[in-house]
C-alpha cells in the first residue's frame, strides 16, 4: 500500500498553509486526494507528485491548464 500523507505533510512540502489546501478541496483545484473516516484527509505522494508536474510552465504569463 502507498504511505499516506497528512495536511500538514503537504503544504510542508508545498510550502503553504493547512488552510489553503483546506479552501483548494473546497474550490476542487487541489490535488487529489483521499477522504478517511473520521473526517481525515490524506494525500497519496504520486497525486502530489502529478499535482504539481501538471502545473509546470515555460514563463509566468503562461496559463495553467484546466484539471479535471
Avoid: F
Amino acid at each position: 500500500m502507498t504511505a499516506l500523507l497528512t495536511s500538514r505533510e503537504v503544504a510542508r512540502l508545498l510550502s503553504v498553509s493547512v488552510r489553503s489546501l483546506e479552501r483548494w478541496r473546497v474550490a476542487g483545484i487541489g490535488s487529489r486526494h483521499t477522504r478517511l473516516p473520521k473526517r481525515s484527509i490524506r494525500y497519496r505522494q504520486q497525486d502530489i507528485d502529478a499535482y504539481v508536474a501538471a502545473r509546470v510552465v515555460a514563463s509566468t504569463s503562461q496559463p495553467l491548464e484546466k484539471q479535471r
